[in-house]
């Protein structure tokens, strides 16, 4: 019907780059029954790129509540961080650590709440950052040394 052509119509002008014809086409969609967790997802994607970032962050926002998922936890986290609400933006990277998005999200949870002003809740995050670093590390010289002292048992 009209709202998924409407919808598919939006998510194909995103893909080119054309955000304010996804904007309109997306909303219209969704003004006339489709509304989803990918609508609400995309036309934040779009606001986003207009650089509406208060908008951006409510409609992932409205997206996370229908179902979360990591991407849509950064759309929220990346979105806040950039309309000014840190702590806004720590709380959805850590949501996104949380379910699995690992250092990447948690490093962006460190800088959100620097911005914040909130250090200690920093200060967690990027040590836990540096210890899977200093772990991934360990593990890989653990790994090159159990293949070269299986290669000079082999001999």
């Not at 609400?85 to 699995?100: L, P, R, V, W």
């Not at 950052?129 to 790994?143: C, E, H, K, Q």
Request: glycine letters at 10%; a positive charge.
């Amino acid at each position: 019907g009209e709202p998924t052509f409407r919808y598919n119509v939006g998510v194909a002008a995103l893909a080119r780059g054309d955000d304010a014809s996804a904007k309109s086409n997306i909303t219209i969609s969704m003004n006339i029954g489709r509304k989803t967790a990918d609508a609400f997802h995309n036309l934040g994607v779009a606001n986003y790129r207009l650089g509406e970032f208060g908008l951006a962050a409510a409609l992932a926002g409205a997206s996370v509540a229908f179902r979360p998922s990591l991407e849509k936890y950064a759309l929220r986290g990346y979105a806040n961080l950039r309309a000014g609400n840190a702590a806004s933006a720590g709380t959805a990277f850590d949501a996104a650590s949380a379910g699995g998005a690992g250092d990447e999200a948690m490093y962006n949870a460190a800088v959100s709440w620097i911005s914040a002003g909130r250090y200690v809740e920093a200060r967690a995050r990027l040590s836990r950052v540096m210890t899977n670093a200093a772990l991934a590390s360990l593990s890989r010289a653990a790994d090159e040394f159990a293949a070269s002292a299986m290669g000079a048992g082999a001999k």
